[in-house]
Nanobody, 127 residues
Framework: QVQLVESGGGSVQAGGSLKLACVASGRNLINMSTAWFRQAPGKEREFVAGISSLRGSTFYADSVKGRFTASRDNAKSTVYLQMNNLKPEDTALYYC????????????????????WGQGTQVTVSS
């Protein structure tokens, strides 16, 4: 059974950077789509960034495009999210997730398709 463990969250001031990591145990990332979602208090969990199993294409929410970069190291079964120029509205609990399929611009954003989730890592950005 796959387990996902996120790390790298913390508290930063606006304009700062953080790099999140997510290590998958019990599952190779090859042929899996991976994504980062986030959830702020009182809000729905939303898609942030994803890497498709098909050609490794990357997709981003409009709110983070140009500031966040998703990457993965299949040999280490690790997924990363580099977050630059952080804003207070980026404050949330960040989750990584794995899915079989979810290879298109639409499907990769659908949280219902993800079969494994981490416990989340908190990111807090102060103004």
């Amino acid at each position: 059974q796959v387990q996902l463990v996120e790390s790298g969250g913390g508290s930063v001031q606006a304009g700062g950077s953080l790099k999140l990591a997510c290590v998958a145990s019990g599952r190779n990332l090859i042929n899996m789509s991976t994504a980062w979602f986030r959830q702020a208090p009182g809000k729905e969990r939303e898609f942030v960034a994803g890497i498709s199993s098909l050609r490794g294409s990357t997709f981003y929410a409009d709110s983070v495009k140009g500031r966040f970069t998703a990457s993965r190291d299949n040999a280490k079964s690790t997924v990363y999210l580099q977050m630059n120029n952080l804003k207070p509205e980026d404050t949330a609990l960040y989750y990584c997730a794995l899915a079989v399929g979810a290879t298109t611009n639409i499907s990769i954003r659908d949280k219902r398709l993800y079969r494994a989730w981490g416990q989340g890592t908190q990111v807090t950005v102060s103004s």
